[in-house]
């Protein structure tokens, strides 16, 4: 499943390469590498188990630019950074949603502007660029014999580092959530609610499943079974799953994001009717004058 995967992959990326436009190509490259690397990764440590640490950490980092690639694409879809602000600049801006701010229904409208979207992209940049950080301090303390999995007391650095991470996701989940709700109603022609489903649903496998999993090892519910003690068989199991669910993705994301869209945005055609309105006009004064001659 990893190996067909990654030849799914690499035949989607050499026809985007060579059918779309460069700023889009580059973006959508990288979100449909998230799940392939995410099986690539869990196939090798499955097979090494002392290699955890360092699949997980590559794991992480390309999950973060996974999530921070999403919300660029959401812009380009739009026509870019200029017509995305002129578009949405008579909106506003709803920011109670999930999954940070989904019950404080009495927060205000903000509106849309050069800072409101610079806000918005630092909200998933912060993740893509701390979380590869928290995670290289995870594998040195380690190595070190500081950083224990399943370590919840008070005094280790795992609930320290864990508890950064849990933060700075929520953060970016929150921001990619903030930009969806704003661009759906507008790009729903290019099936954006299914993309955005196969994206919660990396996300959530990713994360919460491996959250899950691992806390079940460490508190004895996923017994040993030699030769893996329980903490190791839990994340044996947990990438197999991450396995089959990865290949399932990539196959779906091949199925979405292969289609070609149209570049004409709103305000191309808004100029192409005021051109076709000028000629028009200039036309039917033409035959004014003549009739009048």
């Known amino acids: 499943m990893t190996l067909v995967s990654l030849l799914v992959f690499l035949e989607e990326a050499y026809y985007m390469y060579t059918k779309m436009p460069s700023p889009k190509k580059s973006i959508l490259i990288w979100i449909n590498a998230g799940a392939m690397m995410i099986a690539t990764t869990s196939c090798f440590g499955m097979w090494i188990p002392r290699s955890t640490m360092f699949t997980d950490f590559t794991a992480s980092a390309f999950l973060a630019m996974f999530i921070h ?19 949405f600049r008579d909106t506003k801006l709803k920011i109670s949603t999930g999954p940070l701010c989904c019950c404080c229904l ?3 409208k903000k509106d849309i502007n050069r800072r409101t979207l610079f806000m918005l992209k630092l909200g998933t940049f912060q993740y893509a660029f701390l979380r590869p950080v928290l995670m290289f301090l995870a594998i040195v ?13 008070v005094d280790s650095a795992t609930i320290w580092i864990n508890s950064a991470l849990g933060v700075i996701t929520i953060t970016a989940l929150w921001a990619v959530g903030i930009m969806f709700n704003l661009v759906r109603p507008t790009l729903t022609d290019k099936n954006i609610i299914p993309k ?10 990713s994360q919460l499943q491996t959250a899950i999993i691992n806390i079940l090892g460490t508190t004895g519910v996923i017994s040993c079974v030699p030769p893996l003690p329980g903490p190791a068989r839990a994340s044996y199991m947990n990438q197999q799953l991450l396995i089959m669910e990865m290949f399932l993705v990539t196959l779906l994301c091949r199925v979405l994001y292969r289609r070609q869209y149209e570049e004409k945005t709103f305000f191309q055609e808004t100029k192409d009717n005021l051109q076709n309105r000028s000629l028009y006009l200039n036309g039917k004064t033409m035959e004014d004058v003549s009739q009048n001659i």
Request: with cysteine; aromatic share 16%; proline share 2%.
């Open 141 to 153: 303390l380690w190595a070190n014999g500081t950083y224990t999995v399943g370590d919840s007391s």
């Open 69 to 87: 690639k999403f919300q660029l694409m959401l812009v380009n879809e739009c026509g870019g950074r200029r017509e995305f602000l002129k578009r």
């Open 196 to 205: 955005f489903a196969l994206y919660q649903f990396t996300v959530i496998l």
């Open 106 to 108: 009495c927060l205000p």
